[in-house]
């Protein structure tokens, strides 16, 4: 029913804007950023260690322990939510993945017979294909956690209760949980195929750290998703206005479902990539990761009013917190500053962002 | 003067719709026949229930009572994607814009252009600027397809808003208020644009404060007055005037 068009359309009351102040220039993600190199400039001069390959491999490792859950809780806050479980669902998929691990590695438990048996000489060995353990134990750390992001998604898309007291409620749920299987003891990743275990969580390739690997990987996915798929279309027209949204006919409960989903299993594969790293999953792991997770989000431009947010920002502030916290160590300041300046950092990126929008 | 009203069958037809919020009766009673190529004013104060059933006509919740048939069968709509799906369109007040996407995205909400990539369906970002563009143009609107909603003015964003409606073959659209914020000249090309939709059959239901607009380009004027259809008359056979005093109550009928 398209009526032809009279005369092509001409602007000549609507201006361009100029390609510095639009898009990714006019962001806050570009200015952490360009703040971020800045501050490699600073620290090379500071100190001769810092853009060693040792350092820098160092910092990428522990950027990307936070990174992954990261992007998931980057998902979230851009349809206007929040999560604040990720840290205890951190420690209890890392917990789960280590316990069934060890549990099916050890004849005679329920179950093991699948995996593995005795030999005559009293060696464990496996029964079955090999990687087949690992994949179980994995799956079923990402199990519980696609359970957590359900519970949550349905509660706050279903139920309708605020994200804020859904996952804080979750926060102590999930992390008493972790007491209650555990007992309050670690737990270490044992078996005949704790070695793969270790070399997929902690391993280098080709001179970078695989976390890194993982979150490279991870992020560019996520790039796709969010700005060439349906899905990441509705998840931004859900934090920009979620009335538009349901009334526009986006499928609200399923894509707020979605996005809790997501963010909770992120959270488990860092908690098992964490659990690789420090080879066990002690009880009290990752306590308050959650804000440091979000603060990365928040620093790199994620909006926690809703519609804003990006894989990249979501790196570039975890970079951003990874590079000061190591500068500070290099330069031999007192460590106990490194909370304060975090914090000053999280309301000095939001404070730039703040006067540019009032300027333009 | 045979007028569409008369002849044909109806596109939207009303038989007794009710609406009760708890204690309140928003609506009651009210019956109303829209033919395609009709232009309806839908007339009121503020509270007079134009809203309630402009609401239950786009799906946003059920009645209480009474039956809606759409191109003469019953319907039951339990959200607004269900009226849209039989082609009812709907221009809200508020405009229902996500102001962090671009004019192009807002344009194709819920309904995105895709294509095919081995397994996956990806946006197709290209056809749907070139569309949105090409409806901007037929609005006779200046607004680029990727600017962002939140820079934009009045007009555009209601340019934006009624662009959505033209993406289907819509055969009811419902406008609540289409002119109340923009300028002059936009007022002309929003009239002009209800003129086009009528002359292709469509039926344009308009809800409006704005009298001059109403007796431009209307059929026919309802006034609705304290939950119930008070008159339904002609344009021919009502004046401004008269149209006044029945929202107002100084008449409480025609």
């Known amino acids: 029913m398209a009526t032809p068009l009279e005369s092509p359309l001409t602007f000549t009351n609507v201006g361009k804007a100029k390609w510095w102040r639009s898009g990714f220039f006019a962001s806050q993600t570009g200015y952490v950023l360009l703040a971020l190199v800045a501050l490699f400039v600073v620290m090379n001069f500071a100190s001769p260690y810092f853009l060693t390959q040792g350092n820098l491999q160092n910092v990428a490792k522990n950027f990307s322990f936070i990174a992954i859950a990261t992007l998931g809780v980057t998902f979230v806050i851009i349809t206007g939510g929040i999560d604040l479980s990720v840290g205890s669902v951190m420690c209890f998929s890392a917990m789960i993945t280590s316990m069934v691990m060890t549990s099916i590695s050890t004849p005679g438990m329920p179950g093991a017979e699948w995996f593995v048996h005795l030999a005559d000489d009293g060696k464990t060995v496996i029964a079955n294909m090999p990687g087949l353990i690992l994949l179980v134990s994995v799956l079923a750390g990402l199990g519980v956690a696609l359970v957590v992001g359900l519970v949550n998604g349905f509660c706050i898309a279903v139920l309708g209760l605020s994200p804020f007291v859904t996952t804080l409620g979750m926060l102590s749920i999930v992390r008493g949980l972790g007491y209650v299987v555990s007992n309050g003891r670690g737990s270490f990743p044992s078996g005949p195929e704790a070695s793969y275990f270790y070399t997929l969580t902690s391993g280098v390739v080709f001179g970078l750290p695989a976390p890194f690997i993982y979150l490279v990987v991870l992020a560019a996915a996520m790039a796709v998703v969010l700005h060439h798929t349906g899905f990441g279309r509705h998840v931004f027209a859900l934090g920009g206005n979620e009335k538009a949204a349901a009334l526009t006919g986006i499928p609200v409960v399923r894509v707020k479902i979605e996005v809790y989903v997501i963010c909770a299993l992120a959270a488990g594969l860092q908690g098992i990539i964490i659990c690789g790293w420090l080879g066990s999953a002690p009880a009290n792991m990752a306590t308050s990761y959650e804000l440091n997770v979000i603060a990365a989000a928040v620093i790199g431009g994620a909006n926690l009013a809703g519609g804003v947010g990006g894989p990249l920002g979501a790196i570039v502030g975890c970079v951003l917190l990874e590079v000061i916290r190591n500068g500070l160590v290099l330069a031999q300041v007192n460590s106990y500053w490194q909370q304060t300046l975090v914090g000053v950092i999280i309301i000095a990126a939001v404070l730039v962002d703040r006067l540019r929008s009032r300027m333009a | ?254």
């Open chain 2, 1 to 254: 003067m045979v007028t569409p009203h008369d002849a044909g069958l109806a596109v939207l037809e009303l038989k007794g719709i009710g609406k009760e919020f708890g204690a309140i009766r928003a609506l009651h009673g009210v019956d109303l026949r829209v033919s395609p190529g009709e232009v309806v004013g839908l007339m009121g104060d503020n509270g007079a229930g134009k809203s309630t059933l402009v609401k239950i006509i786009a799906g946003n919740f059920p009645p209480t009572h009474g039956e809606i048939r759409f191109d003469g069968k019953p319907v039951h709509f339990v959200r607004p994607i269900d009226a849209r799906a039989v082609g009812i369109e709907v221009v809200y007040q508020d405009l229902a814009l996500a102001d962090n996407l671009t004019a192009a995205a807002n344009v194709f909400l819920g309904r995105e252009l895709k294509r095919k990539l081995g397994p996956f369906a990806l946006l197709d970002h290209k056809a749907m600027a070139a569309r949105a563009l090409e409806l901007f143009g037929e609005l006779r609107s200046e607004t680029r397809p990727h600017d962002l909603v939140k820079q934009m003015s009045g007009g555009q964003r209601q340019a934006v808003a009624i662009a959505r409606t033209r993406l289907s073959n819509a055969k009811l659209v419902m406008m609540d208020e289409p002119t109340a914020a923009i300028s002059v000249r936009q007022v002309e090309q929003v009239l002009s644009l209800i003129h086009r939709l009528k002359e292709q059959g469509v039926a344009v239901m308009l809800i409006s404060h704005r009298m001059p607009d109403v007796f431009a380009v209307c059929d026919r004027v309802v006034v609705m007055r304290r939950g119930e259809k008070r008159a339904d008359k002609a344009i021919g056979d009502t004046s401004p005037e008269e149209v006044t005093s029945l929202i107002t109550g100084a008449k409480e009928a025609a």
